[in-house]
């Protein structure tokens, strides 16, 4: 269907519009993070990259981004793991409420954050009696985080068929040496995106995470917050924002290009 050249016009700035209410702020971050300014005064008075050398001398940021780092991994490798377990228990068999099960697996990212976040303050505090510390986090995180691995996990299932691992069963292959040698490969790519995906969705979360860290938890969103309003802080702030803007892109564009290259290798 062609559009007509005010259809696309208007629908060329609408879009334009639409990008640079999401991207215009974070390129102001990007200036102040340069500003002479202490309060972040706009236009910036001068430009220096004296709060740079000082973000990175920060040991509280250093060691919120240690934090964060510590959490993602640990976030996801466990939903590597139960993602793709989930993945083939719904993909390779039958059973009453499958269905439900991958509702309820799906569902968590599709959840506000506020909500989620409610409901396992009250699961660990209340029903389990648990403290709050890391660990709550890091299964909190992996409650969302699982999704990222699981819907790439089960495309890649769906897409792949049965036919080479019930050939390498009729040539004497056992389950975990077809595993090995015929399905982990197959599924590589997508455990990567999904991994990658993963990893930034929990390094820059920070809703779940306000409900669920213990007082001695802080992570780099946290730490952001903390200090925004703080004075001669601002500047900092701006910077580490920066840096974990950036850090959530990377693995987000190296999980879009396994992506794209896979449907151009079909």
Known sequence: MRLSRLSRT????????????????????????????????????????????????????????????????????????????????????????????????????????????????????????????????VIAHATFCIVTVFNNVIARLRRLGTNFEEASADLGAGIWT?????????????????????????????IVTTFTAGSGVTTLPIFILNNLFRPNQAPIVSVIAVVLVLVSIVPIYIAQRIAGAERDDR
């Open 10 to 137: 208007v629908l060329g700035i609408v879009t334009v519009l639409i990008l640079l209410a999401i991207y215009l702020p974070l390129g102001v971050v990007f200036i102040n993070s340069f500003s002479t300014s202490q309060s972040l005064s706009w236009p910036p008075p001068g430009f220096t990259l004296e709060w740079w050398g000082k973000a990175f001398q920060s040991a509280g940021a250093i060691d919120a981004v240690l934090t964060s780092v510590q959490l993602a991994i640990i976030a996801t490798i466990v939903s590597l793991v139960l993602g793709t377990l989930i993945s083939f228990a719904l993909q390779r068999f039958a059973f009453f409420g499958r269905d439900t099960v991958s509702l309820l697996v799906i569902l968590p990212i599709a959840l506000p954050g506020i909500i989620t976040g409610i409901a396992l303050n009250n699961f660990f505090r209340t029903i389990l009696g648990v403290p709050l510390s890391i660990w709550t986090v």
């Open 178 to 206: 077809t595993f090995r040698l015929i399905t982990f490969p197959q599924l590589r790519s997508a455990l990567f995106a999904g991994g990658l995906l993963a990893f930034a969705l929990s390094f820059d979360e920070i």
